[in-house]
Structures are given as C-alpha cells and as structure tokens.
C-alpha cells in the first residue's frame, strides 16, 4: 500500500503542533512527515514519534515528493504557497479562512459533508473553529427536522489566536494578581493582532474575534455566517453569531439558539440525536450538575453538547451549549481527519 509523505506548514504553531500529535496517533499510513516554518524557526528541531525531526524553512520547493500537506501559518502564506504544493501533486488541506469560501475549494467537516470532497481540485478548506463544532451539535438535529435559523453567541478561547495570545493571557493574569492594575496591563495582540487598539483579555470579555466588516459584525462572525450555509449546502438558513473572547485557554464554548423546520421535534427526540452523532457527545443531565465544560473538552477529538432546552415562547424553538477543544476539532483533528478521509475514499492523488 501506498505510504504518504506528510508536510506540516506552521509545525511551531499552536494549530501545528497539534497537527503533530494528531499525526503520531493517525491511521493514515504514513511515509516522512515534514516539518515547515519561517526562517526563524530553520534548524530547531521537534520529536514525532520518538524520532528527531528539523524544522525546515517553507520554500515553493518544500513540496517536492509532498502528497499531503496541512497548512496552519496564517492566510497570507497559504495564498502563495498553496498553489505551489499543488503544483507538485500534493493535495492541500489549508486551515485559514483564504479559501474557504472559495467555490472551487470544498469546504468539510467529516461528520457532515464528506462527499464534497469528491469535488476537490487540489486545496480542501477546513472550517473555522467556532463554525466546525458548531456543525457537529446541529446537523444531526438538521437531517430530520430542518434548520430555519440559528443564532449563536461564542465564549472563545485564546489559543485560537495563536501562541503570543496563550502568552499575552498568562503573563497579564499574573500580572494582576500580583497588583498591577487594569489599566497599566501589557496588551500587544488581543482582540486583533492587525488592528489598531488592544486591550487586556485576562479577567476580561472581548466581544471582537477579527476585525470588522460588513454592517458592523466581525469577520469571525460573517465567517460563522457563511461557512454554516456553504457546509449544510442551504443558502436559506438565517444564521446570525456573536462571538467573544474570553480568558480561557483552551476550548470553545457555544450557546446556539436554534428553530427547527419540521413539527415533531422535543427535548427527548433531540437528546437522543444528539447521543447518536458520530463525533458528538451527550453531556445533559442537570439532576447531577453534567453540562458541557471547556476544560474537561483539552484533548478530546469529540464536540460535547448538553443544556438542551425547548424556548419558553417558540415552540419550535431550542437552546443548546456547545464546547469543542479549539484546537483539535477546531483545527488539527478536523485536518488530519479530511486526509483520513481522502485516503479512506481514494482521493489523494499520488
Ligand atoms: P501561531 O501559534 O502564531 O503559529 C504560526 C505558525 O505559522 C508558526 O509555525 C510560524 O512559524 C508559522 N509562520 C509564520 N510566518 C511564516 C512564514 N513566513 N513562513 C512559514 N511559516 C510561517 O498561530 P496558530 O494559532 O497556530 O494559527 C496559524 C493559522 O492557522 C492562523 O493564522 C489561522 O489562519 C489558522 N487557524 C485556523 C483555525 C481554525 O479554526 N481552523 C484555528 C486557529 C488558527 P515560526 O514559529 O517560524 O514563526
Ligand atoms: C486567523 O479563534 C480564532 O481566532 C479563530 C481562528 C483563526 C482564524 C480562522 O480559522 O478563521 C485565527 C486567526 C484565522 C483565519 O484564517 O481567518
């Protein structure tokens, strides 16, 4: 059987370095994983698999003899050099949201739509974050009683803004505690790494994930908006999101407000879809305090969904919370399974 050669582009990143973890334990059969960064990283060296691997930098030549590569650098780098590891033969899966709405580039959660990976042409998209988990909770619940809307506000983690954020978070809340005040906190990266104005995230609520954009929603939110319609493949969906951040590390949490289509739905049917899905976990049962809890979801692949309630008003209507590890479905897992996924349907090419 054929073994791949796997590249990791942004392997020094908190995304890449999950995507590390995430191959050791793969069942994709491989051949050479390749470690690529920046310049600076050039020569460090990373274990996989109890075996010694030097980061390399990233140039268009990187991907001679590539068959699969995970990008997770940003959207700038994956803008150019993508198209240079497809031009080898790899086959891309690109974590940033540069080509995600790209309607050449399928966008994919496993769970929901593998078979739009049939139509790829060399670059898969994985979702954003906040959309992938998301999509998990509420598609087993969309197959049998529709979707009419769904509004979402997110409690997110700073890990998803990369490692200087994990930094920035830890070196202000000491900070703090140890008297400085508020206002004299450091604050270089959060909410926004590219805009103007920062501001402490450590015993803080930041309601800006990236920058604005149209009619005064972030571009997070419109991602949440538009990846929702383009994965349930219904543009009729009304979807609308706020999504926040707050001083947790890892994990994502959702409060998800949804009316479904069809009659017939209750609590009980929706409990038990949900216990059902693959990838999804049922953790509801108030008599014993069980909901869904950022911490316990570090490490673990699967979306956790509990606090599912009927609206008190809107018949059709239910509310859900929503907690995935950021960085595994969010990110690094979701990846590696698309390229499980590609292997087990025969399409990477090589
Ligand atoms: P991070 O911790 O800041 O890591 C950035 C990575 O990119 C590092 O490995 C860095 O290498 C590398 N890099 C930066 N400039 C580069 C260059 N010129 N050439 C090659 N490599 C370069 O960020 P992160 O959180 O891992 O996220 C990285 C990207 O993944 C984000 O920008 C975002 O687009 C995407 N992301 C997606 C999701 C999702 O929801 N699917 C979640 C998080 C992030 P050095 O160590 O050498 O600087
Ligand atoms: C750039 O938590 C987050 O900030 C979301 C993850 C993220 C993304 C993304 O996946 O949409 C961080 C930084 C991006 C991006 O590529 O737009």
């Known amino acids: 059987m054929k073994k791949y050669n796997v590249a990791v582009v942004g392997a020094t990143g908190a995304v890449g370095t999950k995507m590390i973890e995430m191959l050791e334990a793969t069942t994709l059969p491989l051949n050479q994983v390749k470690l690529l960064a920046s310049k600076r ?18 140039v268009p030549e990187s991907f001679e003899d590539v068959d699969i590569a995970l990008f997770s650098a940003g959207g700038s780098i994956s803008a150019k050099f993508a198209p240079e ?15 995600r709405m790209d309607p050449n580039v399928p966008l994919v959660v496993p769970e929901v739509n593998p078979h739009a990976l049939k139509q790829h042409q060399g670059i898969i998209a994985n979702p954003n974050c906040s959309t992938i988990q998301m999509m998990v909770a509420l598609e087993p619940i969309r197959k049998v ?24 978070l ?11 005040p508020a206002e004299e906190l450091q604050a270089d990266i959060l909410p926004c790494g590219s805009d103007e104005k920062h501001f402490p995230i450590a015993f803080n609520a930041l309601p800006q994930i990236d920058v604005f954009s149209k ?20 543009d009729s969906i009304k979807v609308s ?4 951040r707050i001083p947790v590390l890892s994990g994502h949490s959702e409060s998800v407000y949804i009316e479904v289509k069809e009659a017939g739905a209750d609590v009980a049917k929706i409990k038990e879809l949900i216990a059902a899905a693959s990838g999804a976990v049922l953790q509801d049962d108030p008599s014993q305090q069980l909901y869904p809890q950022a911490l316990n979801s570090i490490g673990r692949k699967e979306t956790f969904v509990g606090r599912i309630r009927q609206d008190l008003d809107i018949t059709n209507g239910y509310h859900l919370w929503v907690v995935s590890d950021n960085l595994l479905k969010g990110a690094a897992w979701n990846s590696v399974q698309i390229a499980e996924t590609l292997h087990d349907m025969d399409l990477v090419r090589v």
């Open 215 to 234: 009619d005064d929603y972030t571009y997070e939110e419109w991602k949440m908006v538009n990846e929702t319609k383009k994965i349930m493949e219904d």
């Open 170 to 180: 830890k070196t202000q809340a000491t900070a703090y505690i140890n008297g400085t």
């Open 85 to 99: 590891a497809v031009k080898r033969g790899a086959v891309v899966i690109d974590n940033t949201s540069h080509f």
């Open 145 to 168: 009683y529709g979707l009419e809307r769904v509004l979402v506000s997110t409690y997110q983690a700073v890990s998803g803004a990369g490692i200087k954020a994990i930094e920035e």
């Open 41 to 58: 990283s050039a020569g460090k060296e990373l274990t996989f698999k109890q075996q010694t691997l030097t980061i390399e930098e990233l």
């Open 241 to 244: 999101a706020t999504c926040v």
